[in-house]
């Protein structure tokens, strides 16, 4: 398996506009999770799926952010508009908690997309 | 709710020495617990887990972790390090009872092993 799929890996946009991001899950994994990574607030769970369903989105710092899964093999997480702050590295992660050793498995993290608002 | 504690920002060790990088974690429930390491530019990576069984639990690249139950710790170690073992660690816990695998990170802890 290829591991979780993020694109694009880095993007520079400038403030006010949209920037999507997107995650391919490992195949079979039925959990979906985004997360950011700044220097100042370490690793922040943004917002996670279980079977494409948003479980729990308090993460999520304001309604400029958006995300979604259509179905299990893609999310997006969407800023509109984006501002300067929003510059961090956002990893999408994906797990499954089917009966392999008990349901009860890692996460796998993708590459991460180093986002950089001017 | 759970919390992760990793009490270091930073763990300096020579090159052969022995590495220890703490973690200890409050949760309701049996904890499922992991360290993963994040080398820079680059995604976090698994590296163990205790979920049951032996207290002591060996992982990949020769680390190891020891649970303690009555410390609430989850300790990383290794006997020997190596220059190549500088990155990020990260320790993480989940509640036995959280069907959706949602993991809590701590802060991490930046290891420095030097020649």
């Known amino acids: 398996d290829a591991g979780v799929i993020q694109s694009p890996r880095h993007e520079v946009t400038e403030m006010g506009q949209e920037v999507t991001l997107r995650c391919k899950p490992i195949s079979g994994h039925n959990s979906l999770f985004w997360y950011r990574q700044t220097m100042m607030r370490g690793l922040e769970l943004l917002i996670y799926?279980?079977?494409?369903?948003?479980?729990?989105d308090s993460g999520m710092p304001e309604d400029r952010f958006s995300a979604k899964m259509p179905n299990a093999s893609f999310s997006t997480l969407k800023i509109q508009p984006s501002e300067p702050r929003d510059s961090a590295v956002y990893f999408c992660?994906?797990?499954?908690?089917?009966?392999?050793?008990?349901?009860?498995?890692?996460?796998?993290f993708g590459p991460g997309t180093r986002l950089t608002v001017l | 709710a759970q919390s992760v504690a990793q009490p270091e920002d930073q763990v300096n060790v020579a090159e052969g020495n022995p590495l220890t990088v703490k973690c200890t974690y409050s949760?309701?429930?049996?904890?499922?617990l992991f360290w993963y390491v994040q080398y820079p530019n680059r995604g976090l990576q698994f590296l163990l887990k205790y979920i049951t069984g032996d207290n002591l639990v060996k992982g990949s690249y020769g680390f190891e972790a020891e649970f303690n139950k009555s410390q609430t710790s989850f300790h990383l170690k290794k006997p020997s390090a190596l220059v190549s073992d500088s990155a990020l660690y990260f320790c993480?816990?989940?509640?036995?009872?959280?069907?959706?695998?949602?993991?809590?990170f701590g802060g991490g802890t930046r290891l420095m092993v030097k020649p």
């Open positions: 993480a816990v989940r509640p036995d009872n959280n069907a959706g695998n949602m993991l809590t």
């Open positions: 949760v309701s429930g049996n904890p499922y």
């Open positions: 992660a994906s797990s499954t908690n089917r009966l392999l050793a008990g349901g009860r498995n890692e996460q796998f």
């Open positions: 799926f279980n079977n494409n369903v948003p479980i729990d």
